[in-house]
Each structure stands twice: as C-alpha cells, then as structure tokens.
C-alpha cells in the first residue's frame, strides 16, 4: 500500500503539496508585483503618449489657426497676368536659389523668368532653367517673412500652339501679417518691376490654341519695342493716331462724367504689307501697354470663346482683332454658298456642308465661327471690361458690315496705301542712315575716303545683290561700277531710289524686302531698283494671269452646275406634264395606284415593290402619298 504523497511530511512536519503550493504562491505574488509596476508604467506612458499627441495635434491646430487668422495667401494663377508680375518678383528676389531642379528648355520669345545659372553676367545663354519649385520656400521682403509655394492642384490645363497639353500651376504667397494692405503693395510692386523689364519690349498676348481654362490667352510673346518714327506713313497720321490714343487714356474722368463708355475702336484697313500691325505694336509701345491678339480666322474662335477673351482683358490694353473682315462672307463665298444653298439634297442632308458650321461659315474656306452679332456685342462691350483700346485690321474694308463701321464702335479709321515716292525715299534713307554708311554722308565729306570707300563699297556691292535674292526670287540687278561720285550720298541715292519706284504700286514690306538685300550696299540698291520693279511687275502679270485663269474655269463650273440644275428641273417638270397627260404606266405593281388609275389588277402587289418601280417614272409626291 502506498502512503498519499500529499500526506507525506518532511522532517520539519511540512507536506511537500503545501511546499509546492507555497512556491506557485510566491512566484505568482512576484509575478503579480512585475506585472503591476508593469501595467503602471504602461499606463503612465499611455497618459504621457496621449499628453504628447493632444499638445502635438493642439499646437498644429493653433499653428493652423494663428496662420488662418494671422496671415494672408494669395493664389496667382497662370494665364493670369498678374501669374507673371509674381514670377518676375520671386526670380528678382532670387527666391528660388536653393532649387535643385530644372526645367530647360531654349530660349525663345515666349514669356519665362529664368534662374541663371551661369557666373558671367556677359554670358546671355541659349536656354532658359525654369525651377520646378515644388517645396514651399521662405523669404524675407520687407522686414516680413513670407512663404511661397507653387501648386498644380488645381487640375487646370491648356492645349499650347504647339499642340501639346500643358498642366497649369498655381503660386501660393503666404504672408504673416493681419494688413492687406501689404498685399497689395506686394502686388503693386511685382507689376511696377515687370512694366521696368519690359520696357524695352513689346508684349503680345495670344489666343492660339484652343484654351478652356481660367483664360483664353494661351501664351504671351514679346516682341522688341518699335519706335514710331520707325513707321514711314504720310507726315501727320502716326501722331494724329498717338495723340488720339493718349488722350482716350487720361480721359477716363470725362467718359465717367459724360456717362460714355470709355472704350475707343480703330480699324486700319489697306493692302497687305503697308505697315498696320506695325503701326499698333509701335503705338503700343509708346503708351506702354500690352496687347491682346487673336484671329477670327482660328477654328476654335466662336462668339463664345471671343466674349470671353474680351473680357478677360485688363482695363488699358489693346485688343488687336487681326483681319476682322473673316467673320463676314467674302464675294467668292456668297457665291459658293448660293451654290451650296442651291445644291442637291442627298439623304436628307446637303453633302457639301462642313457639318457643325453656322452658314456664314460655309464656302470655299471656313471664314470664321465668329457671327456678326457675337462680334458686335463683344465690342460694345458686351462682358468686357471698359477702359480698352480696340484695334481691327483689314485689306477689305469693303467687306464689313456697316454696322460694325458706325461710331461708337469704330472711331477713328485710317487708311494704308502702297508706297508713295516719299515713303520709297524715307524708306531708303531709315535703311541707310548716314552714321553707318559714313563713305556717303552728304557734303562736306572727305574726298578721298569718298574715292576709296567708293571702290571697295562698289566691289562689295557686286558681291552682295549676287548672293542675297529677294524672297520672291527676284534677283537685284548689280550696281553700275562708274556712277558719278558726286551724287553718291544717301538723300541723292534715296531720291534716285524713290523716282523708280512707281507710286501706289509696291507695299512697304515689298520695298523693304527688297532693300534687305542690300543691307549694306546703297549704291546697289538705289541702280538696281528699276530692273527689279520691272521684274515684280512680269511675276505679278503671271500671277494675275493665273488668277484669272482659275476663277475663269470656277465661273464655268459653277455655270455648268446650274446649268445642269435647271436641265434636271425642266426634264422633271416636262416628264411630270407628259405624265400627267398619259397617266396609265404599263409596270406599275402598287395597288392603291392600280386601283386609281382603273388597273384590274390592282390589290394584288405588295407596296414595297410597287414604290421601288414606280419611282421610276412617277412623280415622287405621288408616289409617297400612294405607295406608303
Ligand atoms: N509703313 C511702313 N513703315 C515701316 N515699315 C513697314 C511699313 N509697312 C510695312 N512695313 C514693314 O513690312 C512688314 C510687314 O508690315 P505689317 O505686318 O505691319 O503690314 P500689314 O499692313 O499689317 O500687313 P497685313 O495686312 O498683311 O497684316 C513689317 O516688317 C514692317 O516693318
């Protein structure tokens, strides 16, 4: 028999159950002790992680609230004028030194403020590094901080003229301060740096690329700004058109008072070539305003897209329709749309029409999208903001509607003509200014750099007309080595010049186009002009010749389409007389005809059969009311 184990005792009396027993007591009294200094320190680290977080999330929320209420952000977006004034600011305020990443591209007459990246100051560079930008970057402006960060959240994009898609971006400038006033100063002092730099420039903005974004101006160009006196018009008409044009911006006040929209239109009209668009980037160089450019002609420019442009335009600018006479049908277009109106109708839809296009826009060529209506309203202001130069250009004048002529919207309208001899000579005498062609300076000059420069002037001369052929390829003919010395300066060359060149045939920019080749030989340009006139006169006889030609063979086209037309109509009347008089057709199968024309047969053929056959010789009235 065995002795129950737990019953057993130790030499001190114990049982071993109640030794072991004491054992799993203590070790789970001091497991019980771990694991309450444990779970306190757990709960003391749990409250000192939640004190943590609650003053991290606390000093987020006041950091977010202080900048709410304590700072200012303003957005600039791009397409926006005010996009560049900003962009100019920060690269002047070299804010983007710390950039890492570039985007290069080459430079081009496209509006972009770059980072230089090289040391020399004489270096200009061919490409232009534009930062990416994208970390938000702090800067000191005015004893102020302010940050700066740019953003293409806004999911805007553009199609560019180059066709492709471009994301357009956004510059957030965050500033700590309560005073909206100093935003504007901001704002103020970002436009006055960007009027400084462009100063010297000329910008054009233009709506080249169908853009339905924030703005309609798809991108920005500037052109090198052209003095006045650079324009060679009769004495009196570039200052008439300044001084017209400045008067309307300093009388605001008047039109204000007189309860006159302040708004002013001109319309320059002539041949191509004779210095319009000139004449308006050099006026707007001397009031020093920008222009907003676009053409009726773009397909994607309908009356929409046109009141949206002409009112996105900042108040003193210039908004340049180019060639207004595209939204009005041409001659040639009122005939081929009576052609059109006049055409066959196939299928239930005139197979000519460009589909989708209003009328006028049907004809050789789609004109324009843009409707009489759609253009006057924008120019009476219809949206647009006052305060505006409103410029047209034309080489049909004829073309526009008279509405579009009447005061109001058109005030003051200037004329182009081909070259007069006095322009020919201004001309010459702008192209060969004295102080570069010192060897022809009028007299007193010195004989002898006279007789020697005359020499090598005539050597070089030669070279010069044989290489550099008009773009009409018309090459100049070569100057005369023995032409007398005495009258070799620039006015007796200029008048020379101007005394061949026959009045009111030629266009400045042909003229100009012509002295270009001569850039650096006078002599040659002034003995050479009379077999070139005579050349441009044999290419344009040939031309004419041409032209006629082909809208000779059109005419007969079109003739024999009518023609044909009548021919159709007057067999289809005759054949429904001769019908008419003999009404019994010998294949008819429709039986409502059968039965009205007295066939016995009739009731026994199926409609279908019947319309298909007497479609053949009947009148098609007839036959839907009949056979249906
Ligand atoms: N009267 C002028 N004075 C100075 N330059 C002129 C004049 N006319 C034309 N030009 C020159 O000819 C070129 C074309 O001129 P511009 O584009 O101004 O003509 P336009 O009348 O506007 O022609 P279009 O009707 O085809 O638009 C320019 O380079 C310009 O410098």
New binding site residues.
């Given amino acids: 028999m065995y002795p129950d184990p737990t019953l057993q005792q130790d030499a001190e009396g114990t049982s071993p159950f109640l030794t072991s027993f004491l054992g799993l007591s203590s070790i789970f009294a001091a497991l019980g002790m771990v694991s309450q200094a444990y779970l306190g320190s757990s709960i003391k680290l749990l409250i000192l992680g939640s004190v943590i977080e609650t003053g991290r999330r606390l000093f987020q929320w006041l950091i977010i609230r202080l900048r709410f209420q304590y700072s200012i952000t303003a957005q600039f977006d791009e397409g926006d004028p005010a996009y560049q004034w900003i962009l100019l600011f920060l690269t002047q305020e070299n804010v983007w030194r710390r950039s890492s990443q570039f985007v290069v591209n080459a430079t081009n007459s496209r509006r972009k403020w770059s980072v230089k990246t090289w040391a020399d100051p004489k270096v200009k560079g061919n490409a232009e590094y534009v930062p990416t930008y994208q970390q938000p970057q702090l800067f000191r402006w005015r004893g102020r901080w302010l940050e700066i960060k740019r953003s293409n959240e806004s999911g805007e994009a553009r199609f560019t003229s180059a066709g492709t898609f471009q994301q357009l971006s956004s510059i957030l400038v965050t500033m700590y301060t309560l005073d909206m006033g100093l935003l504007s100063e901001l704002v103020e002092d970002a436009r006055q740096r960007y009027i400084e730099v462009n100063r010297p420039n000329v910008v054009i903005h233009l709506a080249d690329a169908p853009n339905f974004g924030p703005t309609p101006w798809s991108s920005v160009k500037q052109k090198v700004r052209r003095l006045l006196n ?4 009769p004495e009196g008409v570039v200052d008439a058109l300044v001084h017209d044009a400045q008067e309307f911006i300093a009388s605001e006040d008047w039109y204000v008072e007189a309860g006159i929209p302040h708004r002013r239109g001109y319309l320059l009209y ?1 041949p ?8 308006i980037y050099a006026l707007a160089g001397a009031l020093n305003v920008e222009i907003y450019s676009l053409s009726l002609a773009s397909s994607f420019v309908d009356d929409a897209f046109l009141a949206r442009a002409a009112s996105s335009i900042p108040k003193n600018s210039i908004f340049l329709i ?1 060639d207004i006479d595209c939204a009005f049908p041409s001659r040639d277009d009122e005939d081929e749309l009576a052609d059109f109106a006049a055409a066959p109708v196939q299928g239930g839809a005139r197979m000519a029409t460009p589909a989708g296009f209003p009328v006028q826009a049907v004809g050789r060529a789609v004109r324009s999208l843009v409707t009489l209506s759609g253009l006057l309203n924008v120019i009476d202001g219809v949206g647009s903001e006052e305060g505006k130069l409103f410029f047209a ?1 034309t ?1 049909y004048i004829d073309r526009l509607d008279p509405a579009l002529l009447r005061p109001g919207r058109i005030d003051h309208k200037v004329q ?1 003509e081909l070259s007069t001899e006095e ?1 020919a000579r201004a ?1 010459f005498v702008r192209f060969f200014p004295e102080a570069r062609f010192p060897d022809f300076a009028s007299p007193p000059y010195p004989a002898a750099a006279n007789s020697k420069s005359a020499e090598s002037q005539s050597q070089t001369e030669t070279n010069e007309s044989e290489s550099k052929p008009c773009p009409q390829d018309i090459a100049p003919a070569p100057a005369p080595a023995s032409a007398p010395l005495a009258r070799d300066t620039i006015p007796a060359l200029a008048m020379t010049f101007a005394s061949a060149v026959p009045p009111g045939e030629l ?3 042909e003229l ?1 186009c012509y002295l270009q080749a001569h850039k650096a030989t006078p002599r040659a340009a002034a003995a050479g002009v009379g077999a070139w006139v005579a050349d441009v006169r044999a290419e344009r006889d040939a031309r004419k010749a041409r032209e006629e030609e082909r809208e000779r063979k059109a005419r007969a086209r079109r003739e024999r389409m009518t023609q044909e037309r009548e021919g159709g109509r007057g067999r289809e009347v005759s054949q429904k007389r001769a019908r008419a008089r003999e009404p019994t057709p010998v294949s008819c199968t429709c039986a409502k005809t059968k039965a009205a024309i007295g066939d016995p047969e009739a009731g026994e053929a199926s409609p279908t059969e019947s319309g298909s056959e007497f479609s053949a010789y009947a009148d098609g009235a007839l036959q839907a009311e009949d056979c249906s």
């Fill in positions: 650079s324009i060679i018009l002539g191509p070539g004779t210095g319009k668009t000139s004449t180019e250009t080489n182009y322009q001309l266009s400045t920019a100009q």
